[in-house]
């Protein structure tokens, strides 16, 4: 599979020359493949939020690389807008971002802006609508009227319209309900399925990343502790716990069922994975 | 035990955003009452009314049928508003929409200097209501610069400033990361253990229900289920079809009891989940 996006020695200061100097990123270096399913995870500090910003150009390496395509993105300081085009970013809370008099038109600014007009720019809307599973009739609508799982979907759509090759989402379903979370969730899915898109899911929901993500890069003080499948990482469990972070509530249970003496594989990180052990274990016992 | 608020046959409607539009009903005569020092999380999917039963606890919201009375004084008498509010102290979700000040102490302080304590008690009010959450060395910084889960022990400090006897947060961990999540849920925890706080926790994390001594589950408007956290989400179907999860560990377990092995639902934490287990299938 080709890569999408590598990321090359990337180092990012901040307040370079002041007291408050600071790397907030230093030195990372990782690829993103074409069609990948990507979670970063790390606690606030960590760089997730500086990172991200260097993918689609809002923020500018300080030393290092970024190539979109081979390319990097840097080359030709001018055309920059059109890696925002290709690179969606869906920022935390996006809903606060919304604007205009209709829904319609919210999600319309983004591909008006890249040049869509006429039937061209009503696809795209009408299409990004559906994608997050807004009724026509919530087109017409002033965004305003809306609950909060609506709106964030209106804001999700708005950078979906744009048909961006990679989607970025910082913490999209943060302070949404059980359910609108997995609504969410689910398209965000869809886009990922059916259009082959590359998605980069940040989020402090360890369940969340364990449910969705194909890989998962882990951040610590503005470097990689690790990357790997859902299984490796979660397999060193003890590790990321001692780095601060959480796993997911099955990893903490399986971890305690081994200190209790049962042989439970410690990439085990889902309730099916584990049931499915648990009933294993159950029957090889019997046996004996 | 006392009673520190009580709501009878409580309702209250939203009115239409627009003529013609629909009106909501967010709450359909609940009656609930919550004992002095206790523990209560109340939990619901979005539009279950949660916030709103919460919003009239202090009168922010006012009843559109039926009573709340705070320590027996009634929500709709003008005349005990500021009493009410002085019991009871809130926190919201945003912590950056609830600090006033550009200084920590100032912001700490807001509450009893519009009370009119003379100024050597807001000084003592202060430095006590920060160390009481862990803030006491932050008393000069501004709070623009602290991390999310910082400015809402600065918000409850204002709160507990004020010395109400019960703290309502409203969602108040929802845009918190796991390590600011974990500075709230230990801080209230600490004042109801110490100081006899009474705390309502509304929120969508079932983990927070943990260790609980209530919880409170809103449907539609009304309260549906009402009791320990070990019983409450023993009711996985139920809990499933009004939009809520459970913990991973009483889905677990509810599995697993599906597949014929005997192991209690109200195993409810990873140690009581992972000792349940252990029991159930035997090692060799």
Same mark, same amino acid.
């Given at each position: 599979m080709k890569e999408i996006l590598q990321i090359e020695h990337l180092t990012h200061t901040y307040g370079a020359g002041t007291p408050f100097q600071r790397n907030a990123v230093e030195d990372l270096s990782f690829s993103v493949r074409d069609g990948e399913f990507l979670g970063i995870i790390g606690h606030t500090g960590s760089g997730k939020s500086t990172l991200i910003q260097h993918l689609n150009g809002l923020l500018k390496p300080t030393s290092g690389r970024v190539l979109l395509d081979g390319k990097d993105i840097w080359a030709e300081p001018k055309k920059i807008r059109s890696v925002r085009f290709r690179v969606g970013l869906v920022f935390q809370y996006p809903e606060y971002q *919304?604007? &205009?008099? $209709?829904?319609?038109? =919210?999600? @319309?600014?983004?591909?008006?802006? /890249?040049?869509?007009?006429? #039937?061209?720019?009503?696809?795209?809307?009408?299409?990004?609508?559906?994608?997050?599973?807004?009724?026509?009739?919530?087109?017409?609508?002033?965004?305003?009227?809306?609950?909060?799982?609506?709106?964030?979907?209106?804001?999700?759509?708005?950078?979906?319209?744009?048909?961006?090759?990679?989607?970025? *989402?910082? &913490?999209? $379903?943060?302070?949404? =309900?059980? @359910?609108?979370?997995?609504?969410? /969730?689910?398209?965000?899915? #869809?886009?990922?399925?059916?259009?082959?898109?590359?998605?980069?899911?940040?989020s402090h929901s360890m369940d969340e990343i364990a449910q969705n993500v194909d890989r998962i890069l882990v951040l610590k003080s503005s470097h990689i502790l690790m990357q790997g499948t859902p299984k490796e990482v979660f397999a060193r469990g003890k590790e990321l716990l001692e780095a601060g972070l959480d796993v997911p509530q099955v990893t903490r249970v399986a971890m305690a069922l081994r200190d209790r003496g049962l042989p439970i594989d410690p990439a085990v990180y889902t309730v099916a994975d584990l049931e499915k052990e648990l009933l294993a274990l159950r029957k090889g016992g019997a046996v004996c | 035990m006392s009673t520190m608020i009580e709501t009878k046959d409580l309702s209250f409607i939203y009115p239409a955003a627009e003529e013609g539009g629909r009106e909501t009903v967010a709450l359909r005569g609940v009656d609930v009452s919550i004992e002095k020092g206790s523990f209560v999380v109340v939990l619901g999917h979005n539009g279950s009314g949660k916030s709103t039963l919460a919003k009239t606890f202090n009168a922010v919201l006012l009843p559109g049928g039926g009573h709340v009375y705070v320590e027996g004084m009634d929500t709709l008498d003008e005349e005990l508003l500021l009493a009410i509010r002085q019991r009871v102290g809130m926190v919201f979700q945003n912590p950056d929409n609830q600090i006033v000040a550009n200084v920590v102490e100032e912001d700490v302080a807001f509450a009893p200097e519009n009370l009119g304590v003379p100024s050597e008690e807001i000084r003592k009010r202060v430095d006590d209501a920060l160390k009481a959450v862990g803030m006491s060395e932050f008393v000069t910084h501004a709070p623009h610069l602290l991390s999310g889960g910082q400015k809402q022990r600065i918000a409850i400090a204002g709160v507990i400033a004020m010395e109400p006897d019960c703290i309502v947060l409203d969602e108040a961990t929802a845009m918190l990361d796991p390590i600011g999540r974990g500075e709230v849920l230990s801080t209230v925890h600490r004042l109801n253990r110490e100081k006899g706080i009474t705390v309502v926790l509304i929120t969508h994390h079932m983990n927070e229900a943990e260790d609980a001594d209530r919880v409170l589950v809103m449907d539609d408007g009304k309260v549906v289920m009402d009791g320990a956290p070990r019983e409450v989400f023993t009711h996985v179907g139920e809990l499933r079809s009004m939009g809520l999860t459970v913990p991973d560990t009483v889905a677990l377990l509810y599995d697993l009891r599906q597949e014929g092995l005997n192991v209690p639902l109200t195993a409810l934490t990873v140690d009581e989940c992972a000792d349940a287990v252990a029991a159930a299938i035997p090692t060799r």
């Amino acid at each position: 599979m080709k890569e999408i996006l590598q990321i090359e020695h990337l180092t990012h200061t901040y307040g370079a020359g002041t007291p408050f100097q600071r790397n907030a990123v230093e030195d990372l270096s990782f690829s993103v493949r074409d069609g990948e399913f990507l979670g970063i995870i790390g606690h606030t500090g960590s760089g997730k939020s500086t990172l991200i910003q260097h993918l689609n150009g809002l923020l500018k390496p300080t030393s290092g690389r970024v190539l979109l395509d081979g390319k990097d993105i840097w080359a030709e300081p001018k055309k920059i807008r059109s890696v925002r085009f290709r690179v969606g970013l869906v920022f935390q809370y996006p809903e606060y971002q *919304l604007f &205009e008099e $209709t829904v319609y038109k =919210d999600i @319309a600014f983004g591909p008006a802006n /890249m040049g869509k007009t006429g #039937d061209e720019l009503d696809r795209c809307v009408r299409s990004a609508a559906r994608l997050v599973g807004l009724k026509d009739a919530a087109l017409d609508k002033s965004p305003f009227e809306l609950s909060g799982g609506q709106k964030r979907r209106v804001a999700l759509a708005g950078v979906l319209a744009m048909e961006p090759e990679v989607l970025i *989402l910082d &913490e999209p $379903t943060a302070g949404l =309900d059980p @359910a609108g979370r997995e609504n969410l /969730m689910a398209n965000i899915r #869809d886009f990922h399925r059916n259009h082959g898109g590359t998605v980069i899911l940040v989020s402090h929901s360890m369940d969340e990343i364990a449910q969705n993500v194909d890989r998962i890069l882990v951040l610590k003080s503005s470097h990689i502790l690790m990357q790997g499948t859902p299984k490796e990482v979660f397999a060193r469990g003890k590790e990321l716990l001692e780095a601060g972070l959480d796993v997911p509530q099955v990893t903490r249970v399986a971890m305690a069922l081994r200190d209790r003496g049962l042989p439970i594989d410690p990439a085990v990180y889902t309730v099916a994975d584990l049931e499915k052990e648990l009933l294993a274990l159950r029957k090889g016992g019997a046996v004996c | 035990m006392s009673t520190m608020i009580e709501t009878k046959d409580l309702s209250f409607i939203y009115p239409a955003a627009e003529e013609g539009g629909r009106e909501t009903v967010a709450l359909r005569g609940v009656d609930v009452s919550i004992e002095k020092g206790s523990f209560v999380v109340v939990l619901g999917h979005n539009g279950s009314g949660k916030s709103t039963l919460a919003k009239t606890f202090n009168a922010v919201l006012l009843p559109g049928g039926g009573h709340v009375y705070v320590e027996g004084m009634d929500t709709l008498d003008e005349e005990l508003l500021l009493a009410i509010r002085q019991r009871v102290g809130m926190v919201f979700q945003n912590p950056d929409n609830q600090i006033v000040a550009n200084v920590v102490e100032e912001d700490v302080a807001f509450a009893p200097e519009n009370l009119g304590v003379p100024s050597e008690e807001i000084r003592k009010r202060v430095d006590d209501a920060l160390k009481a959450v862990g803030m006491s060395e932050f008393v000069t910084h501004a709070p623009h610069l602290l991390s999310g889960g910082q400015k809402q022990r600065i918000a409850i400090a204002g709160v507990i400033a004020m010395e109400p006897d019960c703290i309502v947060l409203d969602e108040a961990t929802a845009m918190l990361d796991p390590i600011g999540r974990g500075e709230v849920l230990s801080t209230v925890h600490r004042l109801n253990r110490e100081k006899g706080i009474t705390v309502v926790l509304i929120t969508h994390h079932m983990n927070e229900a943990e260790d609980a001594d209530r919880v409170l589950v809103m449907d539609d408007g009304k309260v549906v289920m009402d009791g320990a956290p070990r019983e409450v989400f023993t009711h996985v179907g139920e809990l499933r079809s009004m939009g809520l999860t459970v913990p991973d560990t009483v889905a677990l377990l509810y599995d697993l009891r599906q597949e014929g092995l005997n192991v209690p639902l109200t195993a409810l934490t990873v140690d009581e989940c992972a000792d349940a287990v252990a029991a159930a299938i035997p090692t060799r």
